[in-house]
């Protein structure tokens, strides 16, 4: 989402929230006043500061004290989860003015991971995807020097720049034995749709929701319309959520609206009740009032945030049946605190469940199906994922939905655990 | 126990000095004022309101602690890659893998599609002698199931004091049920040295790591060759050997040296700048024979010095590809809660004053090895490599008085060629700057 707004969380309340919710945070913890802290805290600070004080004096060179402080609240924040950061007082002041960077990206979504920089998700057929950086990807090196050190909001920063700027990558993909050196080009944001559609052959009807904008509940109304109105009438649909880790809550709740209607589809759960809020469709969001036909929808490790909270509440509202692989479990609401110094942390506050009561955040969503076992390919397709009639889970779904056993398989299908 | 993979890259990048916790801990008694005036005031409160807005407002609750490991995590990686933050478990590893040995059984495990494997029982262990063989599949530990057990939990349960049991269910081809073996533990030693002769009286070393027994094993397996065979050389494998203990890189460069400097070190602190001497009467001294080591760019630190203060010192011709270049010596600190930190606290130069950060050493007679084929993922290179160990195929799997035949050198060229350049002693001018004496 930070492609239409420039704000930093990729999921976050409703805009009218955020702004209750950011006041709310100033009251509790600004004016800058410590609360007394546990004697557990005191041991934990002392810990801390014997490491400190070790690596002052024997370090082989001398480092800031400001270096040291600020690399370990990175560290604090990554070991929490992907979406947490750590901002400088200046990227924070940028953050509270909605500072737009410059206007090119590589329509890549990266998380910092298990200290690692992570893709997402890669946009079909954008700058990164024809680069040849695929979902999972691991980057090494940006132009040449190691991505250490970093944070899911830093990664991020390192990918915008001016339109036509280049990129040089080192990427490790699943076990290569070499490091692949690609380059990517930056370019303005695609103005094309978030959804395509098509109809397959077998009297399917397939919907891809490239990633989620302000626009894709509209998009998406007008795709069901068209392939609802089609005859003969479609036996099932297939719903392709994979490889999409950008937007926020709101387009999720208003895009799942569309075809589940006025039931839950969300819950968020955070550490105390005010925390904690439940997400309900709404009746004229509804893009049809007749029965839906069979729902497929196909995830894998690239579906994440907005793409999750749609596919958990199909699954659980219109007994879709998930096919694919699971998805990443980056389901989170995230909150910026200032600190006393004017740097804020980047915290997640609360997480998703499914309207089951799955927990997404950490463990993603198990498909019912599990996708087929796919051919790499070497050098893969440069200009975008493989057309729809041609995709194995595509084909795999279809097969599903003419069998006529999807919305058993979605009944039978396994059970999530409970939070 | 442990498993081969695992070893080797939790050695890797490391030249631990392992003399820091008596140092330390003065250091930390004499500085009380240093201490608390360290962290800037201002700074240390931004950094302990963090940790108390994460305590009450992420999702999830995490204690203190879990917090600072992170920070301490996020602090560390602020520095050079070789240093590093290990929590009380991982540091307990790494002092295993140092001292040279633990209490075990004595098998090397893995996880094969998800199954717990043996990969090969060390000879003249609990494990061997009770007949546990490489394959077997290991069902149950103490009557639990192995299944989506992690490696190192597996580990931790096979483990435990000396003259105290442990059952393992076995299940192996040609059983018809699985078996219950019940073993005692033992003190296993780790083998960092492995040899075997080659024909016309010289011999093969390969040195995995530098831990506490390298040097004494070392001189052990050097003495059972001299007493074996009329000794005409020595090849010693230094590569793909990620390094270990300084002193132990020390001795091993001393066993062939009876003089001159070794290697010196340069930190921040007069205490982090030593000199290191060969000293006269060690095994490989006397008679000088001809010596080729073998070096490639898995060869790093304490391989680089061994290697770099035979070079300077002329005491061996090197052989294979460049080595890694790591010029940095870490210390172990260890911290109150029994976590510990790797810093690099200082740098090391080669006798003729040569850092070798970044440029590693440079052999005198290049010879590559055959590169991989470039398709294969690391996993099914692993998995191959474990077929043949487990096959005992490789050059080290079979007994060290077992000659090398010529197929076998066949397969490993730089070794080959390391063989052939001992048996035309001395070797060409053209080939070395600096012909050993």
């Given at each position: 989402?930070?492609?239409?707004?420039?704000?930093?969380?990729?999921?976050?309340?409703?805009?009218?929230?955020?702004?209750?919710?950011?006041?709310?945070?100033?009251?509790?913890?600004?004016?800058?006043?410590?609360?007394?802290?546990?004697?557990?805290?005191?041991?934990?600070?002392?810990?801390?500061?014997?490491?400190?004080?070790e690596i002052s004096q024997k370090y082989v060179t001398p480092k800031?004290?400001?270096?040291?402080?600020?690399?370990?609240?990175?560290?604090?924040?990554?070991?929490?989860?992907?979406?947490?950061?750590?901002?400088?007082?200046?990227?924070?002041?940028?953050?509270?003015?909605?500072?737009?960077?410059?206007?090119?990206?590589?329509?890549?979504?990266?998380?910092?991971?298990?200290?690692?920089?992570?893709?997402?998700?890669?946009?079909?057929?954008?700058?990164?995807?024809?680069?040849?950086?695929?979902?999972?990807?691991?980057?090494?090196?940006?132009?040449?020097?190691?991505?250490?050190?970093?944070?899911?909001?830093?990664?991020?920063?390192?990918?915008?720049?001016?339109?036509?700027?280049?990129?040089?990558?080192?990427?490790?993909?699943?076990?290569?034995?070499?490091?692949?050196?690609?380059?990517?080009?930056?370019?303005?944001?695609?103005?094309?749709?978030?959804?395509?559609?098509?109809?397959?052959?077998?009297?399917?009807?397939?919907?891809?929701?490239?990633?989620?904008?302000?626009?894709?509940?509209?998009?998406?109304?007008?795709?069901?319309?068209?392939?609802?109105?089609?005859?003969?009438?479609?036996?099932?649909?297939?719903?392709?959520?994979?490889?999409?880790?950008?937007?926020?809550?709101?387009?999720?709740?208003?895009?799942?609206?569309?075809?589940?209607?006025?039931?839950?589809?969300?819950?968020?759960?955070?550490?105390?009740?005010?925390?904690?809020?439940?997400?309900?469709?709404?009746?004229?969001?509804?893009?049809?009032?007749?029965?839906?036909?069979?729902?497929?929808?196909?995830?894998?490790?690239?579906?994440?945030?907005?793409?999750?909270?749609?596919?958990?509440?199909?699954?659980?509202?219109?007994?879709?049946?998930?096919?694919?692989?699971?998805?990443?479990?980056?389901?989170?609401?995230?909150?910026?605190?200032?600190?006393?110094?004017?740097?804020?942390?980047?915290?997640?506050?609360?997480?998703?469940?499914?309207?089951?009561?799955?927990?997404?955040?950490?463990?993603?969503?198990?498909?019912?199906?599990?996708?087929?076992?796919?051919?790499?390919?070497?050098?893969?397709?440069?200009?975008?994922?493989?057309?729809?009639?041609?995709?194995?889970?595509?084909?795999?779904?279809?097969?599903?939905?003419?069998?006529?056993?999807?919305?058993?398989?979605?009944?039978?299908?396994?059970?999530?655990?409970?939070? | 126990?442990?498993?081969?993979?695992?070893?080797?890259?939790?050695?890797?990048?490391t030249v631990a000095v392992l003399l820091s916790l008596g140092l330390v801990l003065t250091a930390l008694?004499q500085n009380?004022?240093e201490?608390?005036?360290?962290?800037?005031?201002?700074?240390?409160?931004?950094?302990?309101?963090?940790?108390?807005?994460?305590?009450?407002?992420?999702?999830?609750?995490?204690?203190?602690?879990?917090?600072?490991?992170?920070?301490?995590?996020?602090?560390?990686?602020?520095l050079d890659?070789h240093s590093?933050?290990?929590?009380?478990?991982?540091?307990?590893?790494?002092?295993?893998?140092?001292?040279?040995?633990?209490?075990?059984?004595?098998?090397?495990?893995?996880?094969?599609?998800?199954?717990?494997?043996?990969?090969?029982?060390?000879?003249?262990?609990?494990?061997?002698?009770?007949?546990?063989?490489?394959?077997?599949?290991?069902?149950?530990?103490?009557?639990?199931?192995?299944?989506?057990?992690?490696?190192?939990?597996?580990?931790?349960?096979?483990?435990?004091?000396?003259?105290?049991?442990?059952?393992?269910?076995?299940?192996?081809?040609?059983?018809?049920?699985?078996?219950?073996?019940?073993?005692?533990?033992?003190?296993?030693?780790?083998?960092?040295?492995?040899?075997?002769?080659?024909?016309?009286?010289?011999?093969?070393?390969?040195?995995?790591?530098?831990?506490?027994?390298?040097?004494?094993?070392?001189?052990?397996?050097?003495?059972?060759?001299?007493?074996?065979?009329?000794?005409?050389?020595?090849?010693?494998?230094?590569?793909?050997?990620?390094g270990?203990l300084l002193d132990q890189a020390v001795r091993?460069a001393d066993?062939?040296?009876?003089s001159g400097i070794v290697v010196y070190t340069e930190g921040r602190t007069p205490q982090q700048n030593m000199r290191f001497y060969a000293r006269?009467?060690?095994?490989?001294?006397?008679?000088?024979?001809?010596?080729?080591?073998?070096?490639?760019?898995?060869?790093?630190s304490a391989?680089e010095i061994v290697?770099g203060a035979?070079?300077d010192?002329?005491?061996?011709?090197?052989?294979?590809?460049?080595?890694?270049?790591k010029g940095s010596v870490q210390t172990i600190i260890?911290?109150?809660?029994?976590?510990?930190l790797r810093l690099t606290t200082a740098l090391y130069f080669t006798p003729s004053g040569v850092t070798i950060q970044?440029k590693?050493?440079?052999?005198?007679?290049?010879?590559?090895?055959?590169?991989?084929?470039?398709?294969?993922?690391?996993?099914?290179?692993?998995?191959?490599?474990?077929?043949?160990?487990?096959?005992?195929?490789?050059?080290?799997?079979?007994?060290?008085?077992?000659?090398?035949?010529?197929?076998?050198?066949?397969?490993?060229?730089?070794?080959?060629?390391?063989?052939?350049?001992?048996?035309?002693?001395?070797?060409?001018?053209?080939?070395?700057?600096?012909?050993?004496?």
């Amino acid at each position: 989402m930070h492609v239409k707004t420039g704000k930093l969380s990729r999921l976050h309340w409703g805009a009218g929230l955020a702004a209750a919710v950011l006041v709310l945070a100033l009251a509790v913890y600004g004016p800058p006043a410590l609360k007394a802290a546990a004697p557990q805290d005191y041991e934990a600070l002392r810990l801390y500061t014997e490491a400190l004080f070790e690596i002052s004096q024997k370090y082989v060179t001398p480092k800031s004290e400001e270096d040291m402080i600020y690399g370990s609240l990175r560290g604090m924040m990554n070991s929490l989860d992907p979406d947490c950061s750590f901002l400088t007082p200046r990227e924070y002041q940028d953050y509270l003015e909605g500072k737009k960077g410059p206007g090119g990206e590589a329509g890549v979504d990266l998380i910092y991971k298990d200290n690692l920089l992570t893709v997402a998700s890669a946009l079909d057929g954008g700058p990164a995807w024809r680069a040849g950086l695929r979902p999972g990807d691991h980057i090494l090196k940006i132009n040449g020097q190691l991505a250490r050190n970093l944070t899911t909001q830093e990664g991020a920063r390192r990918f915008r720049g001016a339109p036509g700027t280049t990129i040089k990558l080192q990427v490790i993909r699943n076990g290569l034995v070499k490091p692949l050196d690609l380059s990517v080009t930056l370019e303005e944001p695609l103005k094309a749709g978030s959804v395509a559609f098509q109809v397959l052959p077998d009297s399917c009807g397939y919907v891809r929701i490239k990633y989620f904008t302000g626009e894709t509940p509209g998009e998406l109304t007008a795709a069901l319309k068209a392939l609802l109105s089609y005859r003969p009438a479609l036996k099932g649909l297939v719903l392709d959520l994979r490889n999409n880790a950008r937007g926020t809550l709101e387009q999720a709740v208003r895009s799942a609206t569309v075809l589940v209607g006025e039931k839950e589809i969300v819950a968020v759960k955070g550490r105390g009740p005010e925390s904690s809020q439940t997400y309900m469709g709404k009746a004229r969001g509804i893009a049809v009032k007749s029965p839906l036909p069979p729902l497929v929808v196909l995830t894998d490790q690239g579906t994440a945030r907005a793409a999750e909270i749609m596919a958990g509440a199909l699954r659980d509202q219109d007994q879709a049946v998930l096919l694919g692989a699971k998805t990443l479990g980056l389901c989170g609401l995230t909150k910026a605190m200032p600190l006393v110094d004017g740097s804020a942390l980047v915290m997640t506050v609360a997480t998703c469940y499914t309207p089951n009561g799955a927990k997404i955040q950490g463990k993603g969503l198990e498909p019912e199906v599990a996708g087929k076992p796919l051919v790499a390919k070497p050098g893969g397709e440069k200009a975008g994922p493989p057309a729809p009639d041609q995709d194995p889970w595509v084909l795999q779904a279809v097969d599903l939905l003419k069998s006529g056993k999807a919305r058993h398989v979605a009944i039978k299908g396994p059970k999530q655990e409970a939070p | 126990m442990g498993t081969n993979m695992r070893r080797n890259s939790w050695i890797a990048g490391t030249v631990a000095v392992l003399l820091s916790l008596g140092l330390v801990l003065t250091a930390l008694a004499q500085n009380p004022a240093e201490r608390a005036a360290l962290p800037g005031d201002t700074k240390l409160k931004v950094f302990a309101q963090a940790m108390t807005l994460a305590e009450e407002n992420y999702a999830e609750p995490k204690t203190a602690k879990d917090l600072v490991y992170g920070a301490i995590q996020g602090a560390v990686s602020t520095l050079d890659a070789h240093s590093a933050f290990m929590n009380p478990d991982e540091f307990k590893e790494l002092q295993i893998e140092t001292k040279g040995q633990f209490s075990g059984i004595g098998i090397e495990i893995t996880l094969k599609d998800q199954m717990l494997i043996v990969v090969s029982p060390i000879e003249g262990t609990p494990a061997y002698r009770a007949g546990i063989q490489a394959g077997d599949q290991i069902v149950k530990i103490n009557g639990q199931t192995t299944k989506g057990m992690p490696l190192t939990e597996a580990v931790k349960m096979i483990r435990g004091p000396k003259g105290s049991k442990v059952t393992l269910t076995l299940n192996r081809e040609g059983f018809a049920a699985p078996k219950d073996f019940a073993i005692v533990r033992e003190i296993i030693p780790i083998r960092s040295v492995k040899g075997r002769l080659v024909e016309g009286g010289i011999g093969y070393i390969r040195v995995t790591n530098f831990q506490d027994q390298t040097d004494s094993d070392l001189s052990a397996m050097l003495k059972k060759m001299r007493q074996r065979v009329p000794f005409k050389g020595l090849v010693l494998d230094l590569r793909n050997d990620p390094g270990g203990l300084l002193d132990q890189a020390v001795r091993v460069a001393d066993e062939f040296l009876s003089s001159g400097i070794v290697v010196y070190t340069e930190g921040r602190t007069p205490q982090q700048n030593m000199r290191f001497y060969a000293r006269p009467g060690q095994e490989g001294e006397s008679p000088p024979f001809p010596m080729v080591v073998l070096i490639n760019e898995g060869s790093a630190s304490a391989s680089e010095i061994v290697a770099g203060a035979l070079k300077d010192q002329k005491r061996a011709l090197i052989v294979g590809t460049k080595s890694f270049g790591k010029g940095s010596v870490q210390t172990i600190i260890p911290l109150d809660d029994g976590s510990a930190l790797r810093l690099t606290t200082a740098l090391y130069f080669t006798p003729s004053g040569v850092t070798i950060q970044d440029k590693g050493i440079v052999p005198d007679v290049v010879v590559e090895e055959k590169p991989p084929p470039a398709e294969k993922s690391l996993q099914s290179l692993r998995d191959e490599a474990l077929e043949r160990h487990m096959r005992r195929e490789g050059l080290t799997d079979k007994p060290w008085n077992q000659p090398i035949t010529a197929p076998e050198l066949e397969r490993d060229l730089p070794l080959k060629r390391a063989v052939e350049l001992l048996r035309h002693w001395p070797p060409p001018k053209s080939l070395a700057q600096n012909p050993p004496a």
